[in-house]
């Protein structure tokens, strides 16, 4: 069992470019997340989805968007990269009765010049 | 103001102390209060949770809420080497996943 997958480990993007982050799960949870770590700021939910098909935003979404493309793949997607965005970035999943305890992927670290 | 306040640290002991780690927050509604542990360049993993008010032990660590004074602590004793991480506090005021983190106290226990 992988857990939680996170594609790419490392990436450096110019200011305008777009990429997508992919996070894949094998633990058959309902639910996926991602977060956003910065120093000094601790984690910050960027968006959610509770099962397949649904997605919420958290507290940061502004610059993101995201698909749960089926129940295993929840990826993030930056449609024009700013320097703001240079961060590490977190998937987690969970179950849907026990959201509280998640389940983190091991992070990418993204570069915006 | 943050609705979580964590003291970033970092904190350093020497191995065999008790080390206390806080977190107070203003929002009322929160309900429930996690602990996570992060080791450097891993994701996050859940440490120990506490519904509502009270303690919680669970073998070196032991959890407490007080809800009337918003503020909550970590213990762990006999700390050890393999302790050295970020501890991150975490609270939510429903079970739908949506965690407010702590900046993280960044914690180093020297053999």
Redesign the interface.
Known sequence: NAG?TQTPKFQVLKTGQSMTLQCAQDMNHN?M?WYRQDP??????IY?S?SEGTTDK??VPNGYNVSRLNKREFSLRLESAAPSQTSVY?C?T?TS???????????TRLTVL | QKE?E?D?GPLSVPEGAIVSLNCTYSNSAFQ?F?WYRQYS??????LM?TYSSGNKEDGRFTAQVDKSSKYISLFIRDSQPSDSATY?C?M?GD??????????TTLQVKP
């Not at chain 1, 000094?40 to 939910?45: A, D, I, N, S």
């Not at chain 2, 079970?95 to 993280?104: A, S, Y």
């Open positions: 939680v639910s997340y000094g700021m601790g984690l910050r939910l959610y509770a958290g507290e977190f987690a969970s009765g026990r959201a509280i305890e998640q389940f983190f992927g091991p992070g | 979580v964590q970033p429930y996690m360049r891993k994701g996050p993993e859940l949770y991150l975490a939510s079970n739908t996943g949506k965690l407010i983190f702590g900046q993280g």
